[in-house]
């Protein structure tokens, strides 16, 4: 059973809205999750301490996601970049971060020699 932590979908039309579930990963995106770790609204809000500030409201139970990658959920790409934003995980790099990060990495050693 290939469990993955994944958005499932709520709110209307041109206002989306998002829990982070934990669900089998073969099931239907807005099927019945084993269990809600917390939501996303993708929507920037103006920040309350009126500097002009806008973010996107992350709420997170960190315990349960820590247990569940533990356990070895898989985080889908959407998710893996939530994580990464709270601080559970690492973030991804792109294919083009990865060579240069490579290419920088074979200049280092070659100075080294």
Same mark, same amino acid.
């Given at each position: 059973?290939? &469990?993955?932590?994944? #958005?499932?979908?709520? /709110? @209307? ?18 099927? @019945?999750?084993?269990?809600?770790? =917390? ?9 309350? !301490? /009126?500097? =002009?500030?806008? $973010?996107? !409201?992350? @709420?997170?139970?960190? *315990?349960?996601?820590?247990?569940? #990658? /533990? &356990? /070895?959920?898989?985080? *889908? ?9 709270? =601080?559970?995980?690492?973030?991804? $790099? ?18 080294? !020699?």
């Amino acid at each position: 059973m290939v &469990v993955r932590i994944r #958005l499932a979908r709520f /709110g @209307k039309r041109n206002n989306p809205f998002y829990n982070i579930v934990v669900a089998q990963a073969r099931t239907a995106r807005n099927s @019945k999750p084993m269990e809600v770790l =917390g939501t996303f609204d993708p929507i920037p809000k103006e920040s309350k !301490d /009126g500097e =002009g500030r806008k $973010f996107k !409201d992350i @709420k997170l139970d960190v *315990s349960r996601a820590k247990y569940w #990658l /533990g &356990v /070895g959920a898989q985080p *889908s790409e959407p998710a893996w970049k939530l994580l990464s934003m709270v =601080g559970i995980m690492e973030p991804r $790099f792109s294919k083009l971060q990865a060579r240069d990060a490579a290419a920088k990495a074979d200049e280092e050693l070659k100075r080294d !020699d």
